[in-house]
């Protein structure tokens, strides 16, 4: 039998938490879960106040690489 932390058959997906957030958390160290005494992942009650499991709405946000360009005139390296 392996040793560690017990894991179900049908876990449940980790929480997706703001890492904007999170950022300067000292809860969650940036990274806005914190591991339970169960070993469960959890969104830091500190710095997840507003977060949801939603993903942001606007997805064609400009990408520092691409930003100002036309999507016709970049080119993938």
Request: charged share 20%.
């Amino acid at each position: 039998m392996a040793y560690g932390a017990h894991h179900s058959a049908n876990p449940a997906p980790p929480p997706h938490p703001d890492l904007g957030l999170a950022r300067d958390c000292e809860q969650c160290l940036g990274w806005g879960t914190v591991v339970t005494t169960d070993g469960h992942h959890e969104l830091c009650a500190t710095c997840q106040q507003d977060a949801d499991d939603d993903p942001p709405r606007d997805t064609n946000t400009a990408s520092p690489r691409t930003s100002g360009m036309s999507p016709d005139s970049a080119v993938a390296s």
